[in-house]
């Protein structure tokens, strides 16, 4: 059975990848370049992608 101590290196990922997700994100729509937010939007997805993939995790060690 897992513990919280357990997954806690799953879920300072977690928080980490949401973070690089919502900062690549809020990029978005302050840049005038189409090929800058296109850039920002693809990274944003990317991350999107991680955080996707730290939840799975979570939920097979928990």
Request: aromatic fraction near 10%; charged fraction near 40%; avoid cysteine.
């Amino acid at each position: 059975m897992s513990t919280r101590k357990d997954i806690g290196p799953f879920l300072r990922l977690l928080e980490k990848e949401e973070k690089a997700r919502d900062l690549y994100s809020g990029f978005v729509s302050k840049l005038k370049e189409e090929w800058a937010k296109e850039l920002f939007e693809f990274l944003s997805k990317q991350e999107q992608g991680h955080v996707d993939i730290v939840e799975e995790l979570l939920k097979i060690v928990e």
